[in-house]
């Protein structure tokens, strides 16, 4: 059960997009349509962005979308706003029956 | 709006064994499954293990499988996890996670995580 591997680090400009990339095996992400993201603030506990590849739960902000290919699941934030600054995780069920979290991905707005 | 709040969590030695509670309000307990989620200090998540919505299926991460068992009563709305032959890597925030359908992985709710450390 290693974790699915993902940036350590991204930044960007307010208004820009960034994309932080997801990245496992055809035993987990590149398997099941069971790809969700988790966006984390200092302290706090995790809150879904995406679910199931690329819905969007009530109350999240249409800047983030998501999508995979192959093996790779991907998160895009679209109009970078300095709320957005947090850690991000990808989560995907495994052929294990298990679910697998990532690396992390730490964005930073500049 | 679902509520979750653990307890259950401190300071224990090496090897000795700890019961981590879960209560949940605000929804119908028992007709979602419910996970447990670590965060080691300073590090990333992991998921520990999951229990379907009757109680009758429950997984495990391979770290923690044998050594910790997952539990609902769902008559007193509270998940369980049963701690045994702690080691220092367990140290971490657990966190109680509500999960649309079992292993789908879209935890819609958490509660606010209890810190427990493992250290002589």
């Known amino acids: 059960q290693s974790a699915l591997t993902q940036p350590a680090s991204l930044s960007g400009s307010p208004g820009q997009s960034i994309v932080i990339s997801c990245t496992g095996t055809s035993s987990d992400v590149g398997a099941y349509p069971y790809v969700s993201w988790y966006q984390q603030h200092p302290g706090k506990a995790p809150k879904v962005m995406i679910y199931e590849v690329n819905n969007r739960p009530s109350g999240v902000s249409s800047r983030f979308s998501g999508s995979k290919s192959g093996n790779t699941a991907s998160l895009t934030i679209s109009g970078l706003q300095a709320e957005d600054e947090a850690d991000y995780y990808c989560?995907?069920?495994?052929?294990?029956?298990?679910?697998?979290f990532g690396t992390g991905t730490k964005v930073t707005v500049l | 709006e679902a509520q979750l709040l653990e307890s259950g969590g401190g300071l224990v030695q090496p090897g000795v064994s700890l019961r981590l509670s879960c209560a949940g309000s605000g929804f119908t307990f028992r007709s979602y499954a419910m996970n447990w989620v670590r965060q080691a200090p300073g590090k990333g998540l992991e998921w520990v293990s999951v229990?379907?919505?009757?109680?009758?299926?429950?997984y495990y991460a391979d770290s923690v499988k044998g050594r910790f068992t997952i539990s609902r009563d769902n008559s007193k709305n509270t998940l369980y996890l049963q701690m045994n032959s702690l080691r220092a890597e367990d140290t971490a925030v657990y966190y109680c996670a509500k999960e649309q359908d079992i292993l789908n992985g879209y935890f819609d709710s958490w509660g606010q995580g209890t810190l427990v450390t493992v250290s002589s």
């Open positions: 229990i379907s919505g009757s109680g009758g299926s429950a």
């Open positions: 989560c995907s069920y495994t052929s294990s029956s298990t679910l697998v």
